[in-house]
T-cell receptor, first 114, second 114 residues
Framework: DSGVTQTPKHLITATGQRVTLRCSPR?????VYWYQQSLDQGLQFLIQYYNGEERAKGNILERFSAQQFPDLHSELNLSSLELGDSALYFC?????????????FGPGTRLTVL | DQQVKQNSPSLSVQEGRISILNCDYT??????FLWYKKYPAEGPTFLIS?????DKNEDGRFTVFLNKSAKHLSLHIVPSQPGDSAVYFCAASAQGQGAQKLVFGQGTRLTINP
């Protein structure tokens, strides 16, 4: 158990809909990262927040947005969903503002868009 | 543009023998490298890392080798055990540029046969 929690574990929805994925980092970790893993692909970095502020952006679509709240939990919002958005979405946390220490990953949310 | 590549999607090794997983990268600015292990239905877990100032790092049965001139790293597992069966991802980051993200390879599925 990494100490990072993600809800829900599974999400099934239809094209055009909007969903929110939630992540609670390990106690004391200030950085939260979101990754997307499509079928047979590596993890693609989406976005990072550090202590409530956006710190880095990766291959995140404009239809996707995220935020980190004062209690440090984070939410990833996916809107106007398309079939291709079906993937595993992982959240990770780390204690500092650099990834050179390992990131601790949650179990992921599996999103299926029908 | 796949900056981190794991060219072997799968590897099968006899229990007790050495497992060697390979990873190549193209971005010469990468200066920190990590290996993650992933079991089904779980998030990736950190295994071992290496800074670019080193060419070897060892932790128990796991050793990572870095060849900067070849832009190549490898993970050696000796001796291999059935519990090592998992998907292994290598990842890289470029601290010096203030990058906040890990760039992952596509993963190699390791199967240890009894």
């Amino acid at each position: 158990d990494s100490g990072v929690t993600q809800t829900p574990k599974h999400l099934i929805t239809a094209t055009g809909q909007r969903v929110t994925l939630r992540c609670s980092p390990r106690s004391g970790d200030l950085s939260v990262y979101w990754y997307q893993q499509s079928l047979d692909q590596g993890l693609q970095f989406l976005i990072q927040y550090y202590n409530g502020e956006e710190r880095a952006k990766g291959n995140i679509l404009e239809r996707f947005s995220a935020q980190q709240f004062p209690d440090l939990h984070s939410e990833l919002n996916l809107s106007s969903l398309e079939l291709g958005d079906s993937a595993l979405y992982f959240c990770a946390s780390s204690p500092r503002d650099r990834p050179y220490n390992e990131q601790f990953f949650g179990p992921g949310t599996r999103l299926t868009v029908l | 543009d796949q900056q981190v590549k794991q060219n072997s999607p799968s590897l099968s090794v006899q229990e007790g023998r050495i497992s060697i997983l390979n990873c190549d990268y193209t971005n010469s600015m990468f200066d920190y490298f990590l290996w993650y292990k992933k079991y089904p239905a779980e998030g990736p877990t950190f295994l071992i890392s290496i800074s670019s100032i080193k060419d070897k790092n060892e932790d128990g049965r796991f050793t990572v080798f870095l060849n900067k001139s070849a832009k190549h790293l490898s993970l050696h597992i000796v001796p291999s055990q059935p519990g090592d069966s998992a998907v292994y991802f290598c990842a890289a980051s470029a601290q010096g540029q203030g990058a906040q993200k890990l760039v992952f390879g596509q993963g190699t599925r390791l199967t240890i046969n009894p």
